[in-house]
């Protein structure tokens, strides 16, 4: 039997589940926050190529609007991770009577494929008529002294299908991913491989990064063009991502050693053993402050009614306020992820007598850990990147308070995201366990 027919089978059989809901949910946000993206490229492009705007300072809007949609890039690949990632977990069992039942390994393979593509596809579908949706609104907002038309906001119809296209494919990947890390054999057990160790040599490319930074932007001692400080700043952006993990694990390692209670040695742990993980789940928020300290420079850098600072206030906010929402939804999904991966702990836990609230607390913990872990590093990376005009920023408290309550409010949306995911946790822990 093809893999395609076992997939209906099973599809018919077990229906739509809460976990299908929730990837599909995550799909459709990371589409819309996509195509809303793209559609003010095709509004900053249009006025550029139609002469509504000075040519000099309308080619620098539209290479901000690239910079922005590049930095959500990140934020859709991991939500796409997170998403498939929940619909492998709650699947591995029925995978894995499938495998014992005579089902191949490569049929077992195309069937969590199907799933992740499936799913994606009704998130494209839902995302593109959640875009059409805000679009009324975002056309409110003014830029460039002009206020937005919905035409100009709705790009190409090509431009829709490559968006979903890649939505898509990002889905696929993320599900070849997840089944190099996730194993079902024939005697129906699920194998979970360990995750490779982080490598020292992180740290001794950020701080080259850092360096080569402080030299020829921070300092100014190398002059440079604008466009390649915009560069320099995608690279230390890339390499605070790249240590992060490893910053976040030796944290956690220092508070698994002094924990005096249950719920924080075991959240300790979990982080230790998966900082990846856990910096996916608040990379969007830190890179969302790290925007923030940009965003705080518009006021403290506007000479009186200045409209390219107003401009990019407003677009830095947009941009924040995208990543905040895909952060959120990233948060909740990610941590109903680890929950179903962990059941068998939960079940287990239960029945030696630990508590509910000690299990929810460690999830809680778990998240918030690596959270102000990350957001604070975030701030220093910020505060680094804002070197040259730091001055003039600091003697401007509406620069520090807005982006103080940027901070804030990322933490804030992220710990409420992740409480979703806490009724799981009692669900999880006292459902039967099959014989």
């Not at 975002?138 to 119809?157: H, M, S």
């Not at 006021?299 to 200045?306: E, S, T, V």
């Not at 001055?391 to 979703?420: E, Q």
Request: positive net charge.
């Amino acid at each position: 039997m093809t893999a395609i027919r076992l997939w209906a089978r099973l599809l018919r059989a077990t229906g739509p589940r809460a976990t299908d809901v929730l990837s599909a949910i995550a799909f459709a946000f990371a589409t819309a926050a996509l195509l809303a993206v793209l559609g003010g490229v095709n509004a900053f492009r249009l006025r550029l190529e139609t002469g509504a705007v000075d040519e000099a300072s309308g080619s620098f809007v539209l290479t901000l609007a690239f910079v922005a949609a590049a930095l959500l890039l990140p934020a859709v690949w991991t939500l796409a991770q997170a998403a498939v990632r929940l619909a492998i977990a709650r699947r591995d069992d029925r995978l894995a009577a499938l495998r014992l039942a005579g089902a191949t390994r490569g049929q077992v393979s195309a069937m969590a494929v199907l799933d992740a593509v499936a799913q994606a596809l009704v998130g494209v579908l839902v995302g593109a008529m959640l875009a059409l949706a805000v679009t009324p609104g975002i056309a409110r907002i003014e830029f460039q002294g002009l206020p937005f038309t919905v035409a100009e906001l709705l790009p190409p119809a090509w431009v829709w299908l490559a968006a979903g296209g890649a939505v898509i494919l990002i889905a696929l990947g993320a599900a070849l991913a997840s089944l190099r890390r996730v194993h079902v054999t024939p005697l129906g057990v699920a194998q979970r491989v360990t995750a490779k160790r982080l490598s020292l040599w992180r740290i001794a490319g950020f701080l080259l990064v850092v360096a080569v930074y402080v030299v020829t932007v921070g300092l100014g001692w190398i002059p440079v063009e604008t466009s390649v400080a915009i560069v320099f700043i995608g690279i230390v952006v890339l390499a605070y991502s790249l240590i992060g993990p490893l910053v976040i694990q030796g944290i956690a390692w220092l508070v698994a050693k002094g924990a005096r209670r249950p719920a924080t040695l075991l959240a300790a742990r979990r982080v230790v053993d998966d900082p990846r993980g856990a910096f996916n789940i608040v990379g969007a928020m830190a890179i969302a402050v790290m925007a923030g300290g940009f965003a705080s420079m518009a006021p403290a850098m506007a000479a009186g009614d200045d409209p390219m600072s107003r401009d990019m206030a407003t677009g830095a906010a947009l941009t924040i306020a995208i990543a905040a929402v895909l952060g959120a939804v990233l948060a909740g999904i990610a941590q109903s992820a680890k929950v179903l991966d962990q059941r068998r702990e939960h079940q287990a836990m239960h029945k030696m007598g630990v508590d509910l609230p000690v299990m929810q607390g460690a999830i809680m913990r778990q998240v918030t850990l690596p959270l102000l872990v990350a957001v604070g590093g975030a701030a220093g990376m910020a505060l680094l990147l804002i070197l040259p005009t730091i001055v003039i920023w600091w003697d401007n408290p509406s620069s520090v308070l807005t982006w103080a309550a940027m901070a804030v409010g990322a933490v804030a949306v992220t710990l409420g995201a992740t409480a979703c995911a806490l009724p799981l946790v009692r669900r999880v822990a006292t459902e039967a366990v099959p014989a």
